[in-house]
C-alpha cells in the first residue's frame, strides 16, 4: 500500500520488516510514533491515537472489543505500550445512555474507569469518546499547523469543501466544541451523516482521520495531512500574497547579543510570582512573524487550538520595541508590557471565573515576541520551555495558513460557530479565527486540566532553579553537580578541565535528562572566562540561582618551599578569583531581581595554624571572610555562605599522587609504592580521620550535602555563615 497521490512534504516512515514481527497492540504503538515523530503531523503531547481490538476478557474468557487509547497527558513521539488506556468498548459505548446533556459532560468522565479492561491504571483521556464512538477501527486524532490553519479560517468550510473537490476526499466539518462526550456524539453524527466520510475537521481545533488497518490509518493520515500542506503552500505562493501583511521592521543583526543581555531581565520579570526556565528562538519562522505588520494584532488574539494555549497561555506578550532603537529602551517597555499584560490576565479570569473555578493562576506571560529580536518561551524546566516556543512556532504556522487561504476572499460567516460558541464571540483577522475568550477560559481553567495538572509529580526542592557549579569537574563539585539534579535542579558543570566537565554532565544526564545539563569551561582568575561562562548558563536557561565554586589551589613542590610567584597564584584562585565570580555574578542576580545563593569552598585550615602550609592557609581565612563581606554586599535578595571541610582527600584534583605520597612520608605512614591513586589517597584519608572526633574520613558527597543545604530553600534565612564538614576537628574550633 503507498500513499494516494505521492507525499510532497512529508515522509512515510512506515517499515513493513518492522511492523511485521508486532502485535496489535505494539502495531497502535508503533504508529503512534511515527505519527509524533514529525512536529508537522503533531506537536508534543498533542492529539491522540485509538485502536479498537479483539481480546480475550481474563474473567469470562470471552473474546471482547477492546478500545486502546492514549492515555492522558502522554506523547504520541514516545508512548509506550504501557500508556495506553484500555476501556471494554461496550460499556463505554452504553454510557451514551446515561448522558444527560453537554452541561452535565463532564460527569462522565467518572465513568470511564468504570470501563476499564485489565486492571489498567493509565486515566482515560478526555477524548476517549471521540475515538469510542467513531465507527472505524483505527483512529487518529492530530493538530498539525496546515490542519488547524484550515480549522482556524474563517473561509475554511468554503476551503475544506474546495480541498474536497481537487483531492478526492469527503472531510466533514464539525463547528468548535470543546473536547469532551459532547464532542463525541457530534462526531458519531457528522460521520452518520456523510456517506463515504474519510475525516473530519474540528473548526478551530485539528483533524480526525481513520483506517482499516494500522498501516491504512497511517497512510491516510500523512496523505491528508501532506495534501493540506499542497493545497495552503499553494495559497501562500500567489503573486501579490504576502504573509502576516508583509515585514514592517528589519531583523537586528546584534539580536543574539540583545537576547543574551535582556533574557536574565525578561526571566526575573516573568519570574516574580514563581521561576521559569527560559528558551530563545530566532528561527526565520519566528523572525517573519514577529517583524511583520499584523504580528501585535494577530498576537493579541491569541491561539486556536487547545493543545496550544494550554502552554502558550492565552496570548503571547508583544512588546513595542523598535528595533531601529536602542537595545537600553527594552527593560521600561518590557515592564509597561507586562503590566499590561497581567491587568488584561486579570480581568479575563475576572470576566469568566465560576464559583468552583480554580484559582486564578500565574498571570505572566509564557511567550514573549521582541520585534527585531525573537521569542523567548518559558517553562517549570528547559523541556517544557522549548516546547512552549515551539507551540507558538506552530500557532505562527496556523496564523499563516490562514492567511493565505484567505487571500483575496471575503467570508461573511464564521464557520466554528455553533452551539458552544455563537458568530460574535469569535474573533476575525486577516482569515485567522481566533478562539473565544470565554471558551479558552472553560479549557484553561477546566476542572478536568486541573486534575491533569495535579496528577503530575511534585515539584522537587530545586525545581524551576538553575545552579552554576564551578569546579564541577570532578571531587566535591562533581558530588555538588549530581546532588543538584537530583534535587530537581538544571545545572552548568563549569571547569577548566572541559573533558571533566563534559563527563559529569553525561553523568547528570541519567539522572535529569539531557536537557536539563549542560557544561562550560571557565577559568576563574579571567573576568572575561567567567563572563563567558555566565553567559553560557544564562543562554541555556534564562537566568542564574545558585552559584558554587568549590575550585581551589594547594600549592606544593618537592623541597617544600613555596615560591613567591606561588604564592600569588594561590592567593589569586583561591581568594581573588571567588571575588570576581561573585563580582560579575552579582550583576547577573540583579538584573533578575529575584532571590538567589552563593556558596564558597573555604577550609578548617583557615582557623588552624600549620607549618608548610601557609599560602593556602592564609587564602582560606581571606576566603572565609570574604563570605562574610559577599553576605553584607549583595544582601537582601542574595544569600552567600560558605563551607569548611577538612581535608578532603578522596576524588581531590589537590591531592596528585606525589603529594599523597609525600604526605604519607610526613607522617611516617606506611604504604605500598604498587598501590592505586585511590588506595593510597584512602590510606592518608584513614589518618586524618584519627584526628577528628567522629573518626570519619571526609566524603566529598559530605560536603556536597552541607553545599546544598545552604544553597536551598531551607536555608532562607542563613547567609555569612560557613558550616564546618570536618568529622569534628577540635583545632578548628572557633576560639
Request: proline share 5%.
Amino acid at each position: 500500500m503507498t500513499a494516494k497521490s505521492g507525499l510532497k512534504f512529508l515522509e512515510d516512515r512506515w517499515d513493513d520488516a518492522v511492523a511485521s514481527k508486532l502485535d496489535e497492540p505494539e502495531l497502535l504503538r508503533y504508529r503512534s510514533n511515527l505519527l509524533g515523530s514529525d512536529l508537522r503531523i503533531t506537536n508534543f503531547g498533542g492529539g491522540n491515537t485509538s485502536s479498537k481490538l479483539e481480546q480475550v476478557d481474563p474473567v469470562d474468557g470471552q473474546t471482547k472489543k477492546i478500545l486502546w487509547v492514549k492515555g492522558s497527558g502522554g506523547d504520541l513521539g514516545s508512548i509506550k505500550r504501557a500508556g495506553f488506556a484500555t476501556l471494554y468498548l461496550d460499556k463505554l459505548l452504553a454510557l451514551e445512555k446515561m448522558y444527560r446533556g453537554v452541561e452535565l459532560e463532564d460527569e462522565m468522565v467518572d465513568m470511564y474507569p468504570l470501563c476499564t479492561f485489565g486492571n489498567n491504571p493509565v486515566a482515560a483521556s478526555i477524548d476517549t469518546p471521540l475515538h469510542g464512538f467513531l465507527p472505524f477501527a483505527h483512529v487518529d486524532h492530530l493538530h498539525p499547523d496546515w490542519g488547524i490553519a484550515l480549522a482556524a479560517s474563517a473561509n475554511g468550510k468554503l476551503k475544506m469543501e474546495e480541498f474536497n473537490k481537487e483531492f478526492g476526499h469527503k472531510l466533514a466539518w464539525l463547528p468548535w466544541q470543546r473536547p469532551g462526550f459532547e464532542l463525541g456524539m457530534m462526531l458519531k453524527k457528522i460521520v452518520a451523516e456523510t456517506p463515504g466520510c474519510d475525516g473530519v475537521v474540528l473548526g478551530g481545533h485539528g483533524l480526525f482521520t481513520w483506517g482499516d488497518t494500522q498501516r491504512e490509518s497511517y497512510l491516510n493520515t500523512i496523505t491528508i495531512i501532506d495534501q493540506l500542506g499542497q493545497f495552503i503552500e499553494r495559497h501562500g505562493a500567489v503573486a501579490g500574497h504576502n504573509h502576516f501583511g508583509g515585514e514592517a521592521v528589519k531583523a537586528r543583526e546584534d539580536r543574539a547579543e540583545i537576547a543574551a543581555g535582556i533574557m536574565p531581565y525578561l526571566r526575573g520579570a516573568v519570574s516574580r510570582k514563581q521561576r521559569w526556565i527560559g528558551s530563545f528562538s530566532d528561527s526565520k519562522q519566528v523572525l517573519d512573524f514577529v517583524n511583520s505588520a499584523q504580528a501585535e494584532k494577530l498576537a493579541h488574539l491569541g491561539t486556536s487550538c487547545p493543545d496550544h494555549f494550554i502552554r502558550t497561555k492565552i496570548r503571547p506578550m508583544f512588546v513595542k520595541w523598535n528595533p531601529a532603537g536602542e537595545p537600553g529602551e527594552l527593560k521600561e517597555l518590557i515592564e509597561m508590557a507586562l503590566e499590561t499584560y497581567r491587568a488584561e490576565y486579570a480581568e479575563y479570569y475576572k470576566k469568566h471565573a465560576l464559583p468552583d473555578s480554580p484559582a486564578v493562576r500565574d498571570a505572566s506571560p509564557t511567550v514573549v515576541l521582541v520585534p527585531g529580536v525573537g521569542m523567548f518561551s518559558f517553562g517549570k524546566n528547559k523541556t517544557e520551555s522549548r516546547i512552549t516556543g515551539e507551540f507558538y512556532i506552530n500557532a505562527i504556522g496556523v496564523m499563516q495558513g490562514a492567511g493565505a487561504l484567505g487571500a483575496g476572499v471575503d467570508c461573511k460567516e464564521i464557520p466554528q460557530a455553533g452551539p458552544a460558541a455563537s458568530a460574535d464571540q469569535f474573533t476575525v483577522y486577516s482569515n485567522y479565527v481566533a478562539l473565544p475568550p470565554s471558551e479558552a477560559f472553560r479549557i484553561e481553567y477546566w476542572k478536568l486540566e486541573e486534575a491533569k495538572i495535579r496528577r503530575q509529580p511534585p515539584e522537587k526542592e530545586l525545581s524551576r532553579r538553575v545552579a552554576l557549579i564551578v569546579g564541577g569537574g570532578s571531587g566535591i563539585g562533581r558530588e555538588v553537580a549530581l546532588l543538584a539534579a537530583e534535587r530537581g535542579a538544571h545545572v552548568v558543570v563549569a571547569d577548566r578541565d572541559v573533558a571533566g566537565a563534559e563527563k559529569v554532565a553525561d553523568e547528570i544526564k541519567a539522572i535529569a535528562g539531557k536537557e536539563a545539563v549542560s557544561w562550560t569551561s571557565i577559568d576563574i582568575r579571567d573576568r572575561k572566562a567567567i563572563k563567558a561562562a555566565l553567559e553560557a548558563t544564562t543562554n541555556q536557561f534564562g537566568g542564574i540561582d545558585i552559584l558554587i565554586n568549590t575550585a581551589a589551589l594547594f600549592p606544593s613542590s618537592p623541597d617544600g618551599v613555596i615560591s613567591d610567584a606561588q604564592w600569588a597564584l594561590t592567593l589569586e584562585v583561591n581568594v581573588t578569583a571567588n571575588y570576581l565570580l561573585a563580582d560579575e555574578a552579582a550583576k547577573v542576580f540583579a538584573e533578575q531581581g529575584i532571590d538567589a545563593s552563593v556558596v564558597l569552598t573555604s577550609s578548617a585550615n583557615a582557623v588552624v595554624a600549620k607549618r608548610g602550609s601557609e599560602a593556602y592557609d592564609v587564602s582560606k581565612a581571606a576566603l572565609s571572610h570574604l563570605v562574610r563581606e559577599l553576605a553584607v554586599s549583595m544582601a537582601p535578595k542574595v544569600r552567600v555562605n560558605g563551607i569548611s571541610p577538612a581535608t578532603v582527600v578522596k576524588g581531590s584534583t589537590m591531592f596528585p599522587r606525589d603529594r599523597v605520597i609525600a604526605s604519607l612520608k610526613k607522617y611516617k605512614l606506611p604504604f605500598d609504592e604498587k598501590d592505586t591513586d585511590d588506595g593510597l589517597r584512602n590510606e592518608l584519608a584513614k589518618f586524618y580521620a584519627t584526628r577528628t572526633l567522629t573518626h570519619q574520613p571526609i566524603d566529598p558527597k559530605d560536603c556536597a550535602q552541607a553545599i546544598m543545604f545552604l544553597a536551598g530553600p531551607l536555608a532562607r534565612c542563613t547567609t555569612g555563615h560557613l558550616i564546618p564538614v570536618d568529622g569534628g576537628l577540635t583545632e578548628a574550633y572557633l576560639r
